[in-house]
């Protein structure tokens, strides 16, 4: 099993920054995936970006691209979400998940999920 540990949500403003952390624990794949998505009440959850374990390998949605940059410390067992020049259209509860290396944006190809941690932006 695969436990993922979320924080660094809160209140900013419109423009700023905030950066999310997701530590994970337990057992983990020589070939691993590492998601972050997100959910606005009423809404899907959506897909905001991916990153590879091995090699790095980065993939983000239209929407946040450009301004989040996912990132990983493979010795913390760490992933990052940066988040900058916020808009308040980002004010939702974001999800870290984990999964097989071909994962990109379905969350059905996610085996493990974190507790969400809100993210609001005020105009």
């Known amino acids: 099993q695969v436990q993922l540990v979320e924080s660094g949500g809160g209140l900013v403003q419109a423009g700023g920054s905030l950066r999310l952390s997701c530590a994970a624990s337990g057992r983990t794949f020589s070939s691993y995936a590492m998601g972050w998505f997100r959910q606005a009440p009423g809404k899907e959850r959506e897909f905001v970006a991916r990153i590879r374990w091995s090699g790095g390998s980065t993939y983000y949605a239209d929407s946040v691209k450009g301004r989040f940059t996912i990132s990983r410390d493979n010795a913390k067992n760490t992933v990052y979400l940066q988040m900058n020049s916020l808009k308040p259209e980002d004010t939702a509860v974001y999800y870290c998940?984990?999964?097989?290396?071909?994962?990109?944006?379905?969350?059905?190809?996610?085996?493990?999920w974190g507790q969400g941690t809100q993210v609001t932006v005020s105009s």
């Open positions: 998940a984990a999964g097989a290396w071909r994962s990109t944006r379905e969350v059905y190809e996610y085996d493990y």
